[in-house]
């Protein structure tokens, strides 16, 4: 168990949907990432938060929001949902920003399905 | 630009064989830190290792070990006695200004 807690850890929706994912990083870490893994694909980095402010945007589309709030919990929106969304979405959290020396540990990850 | 690359996209090894997935990178940066992760059936993604670029030692962790080359910008993962459950995908990490992952390297261990 890495401390980080995503839920919900699977949705269903339909086309043209809104949904919201959410991640509670391990305890005293700042740092909150999104990543996003197609089936047989690697990790595409979506974006970071530390201490409630953006710190670095990956690919991530403008359908796509985030935000870090004040307990540190970050939530993922995802909007006019298409068949490509469908994807594991991961949250980690590491102590710093940035990579530096500060590892990142991942929550189980949220399994998107749009129908 | 920071790039991560994994040239082995599968590989195989007999259980108790050893077996070594390869990694560079590209940086400019001089401190930074490199990371294998491994994601198995699961999907869970797990920390293996971690080195420190401005240390010479290279990190081991009970059967698995790296051979960190910095001054070839390469970082290799070193899987000894390998085991069924290491059959996962292993995804070699850099930690500078920003993160970075390469694009994995599925593993099999065949019993």
């Known amino acids: 168990d890495s401390g980080v807690t995503q839920t919900p850890k699977h949705l269903i929706t339909a086309t043209g949907q809104r949904v919201t994912l959410r991640c509670s990083p391990r305890s005293g870490d700042l740092s909150v990432y999104w990543y996003q893994q197609s089936l047989d694909q690697g990790l595409q980095f979506l974006i970071q938060y530390y201490n409630g402010e953006e710190r670095a945007k990956g690919n991530i589309l403008e359908r796509f929001s985030a935000q870090q709030f004040p307990d540190l919990h970050s939530e993922l929106n995802l909007s006019s949902l298409e068949l490509g969304d469908s994807a594991l979405y991961f949250c980690?959290?590491?102590?710093?920003?940035?990579?530096?020396?500060?590892?990142?540990?991942f929550g189980p990850g949220t399994r998107l399905t749009v129908t | 630009a920071q790039t991560v690359t994994q040239s082995q996209p599968e590989m195989s090894v007999q259980e108790a064989e050893t077996v070594t997935l390869s990694c560079t990178y590209d940086?400019?940066?001089?401190?930074?830190?490199l990371f294998w992760y491994k994601q198995p059936p699961s999907r869970q993604m797990i920390l293996v290792i971690r080195q420190e670029a401005y240390k010479q030692q290279n990190a081991t962790e009970n059967r698995f070990s790296v051979n960190f080359q910095k001054a070839a910008k390469s970082f290799s993962l070193k899987i000894s006695d390998s085991q069924l459950g290491d059959t996962a995908m292993y995804f070699c990490a850099f930690a500078g200004n920003q993160f970075y992952f390469g694009t994995g390297t599925s593993l099999t261990v065949i019993p």
């Open positions: 980690a959290s590491s102590a710093g920003t940035s990579g530096s020396s500060y590892e990142q540990y």
């Open positions: 940086t400019s940066e001089n401190n930074y830190y």
